[in-house]
């Protein structure tokens, strides 16, 4: 499960900058999730209160946030908004896109305490 191992190195990035900042323990961490990168936001929460564990993070709330897809379509030259990987454009119905956006997976905000 490639979540697992995603979640462990989100975890370990938030506690060394907790740990950086003094903290003795992290509250809430946001975490960005676009829809088109290949994470599934449930499978994640999961796996990071386990990642956790035993860690400075450990009982912290993990505010997952999806972030829309954006491709570039060629035929209909603009930008749409994409739900998923392969899907069509919205617009034209085509498949001739390029991923503009929407593939990230970060930590956006973090509380300590
Ligand atoms: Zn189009």
């Not at 191992?5 to 370990?12: F, H, N, Q, T």
């Not at 994470?39 to 946030?65: K, S």
């Not at 617009?91 to 997976?105: F, P």
């Amino acid at each position: 499960m490639h979540e697992m191992s995603l979640a462990l190195a989100l975890v370990g990035l938030v506690e060394e900058r907790a740990r950086g900042e003094g903290a003795a323990r992290v509250l809430t961490v946001g975490v960005a999730v676009g829809r088109l990168g290949h994470v599934e936001p449930e499978a994640l929460a999961f796996c990071l209160d386990g990642a956790a564990r035993g860690t400075l993070v450990e009982g912290a709330r993990f505010a997952i946030e999806e972030r829309p897809g954006r491709a570039w379509c060629f035929d209909c030259a603009a930008e749409v908004g994409l739900d998923r990987r392969g899907a069509p454009c919205p617009g034209c119905g085509g498949h001739m896109l390029r991923v503009a956006g929407g593939e990230e997976l970060r930590v956006t905000t973090m509380e300590i305490a």
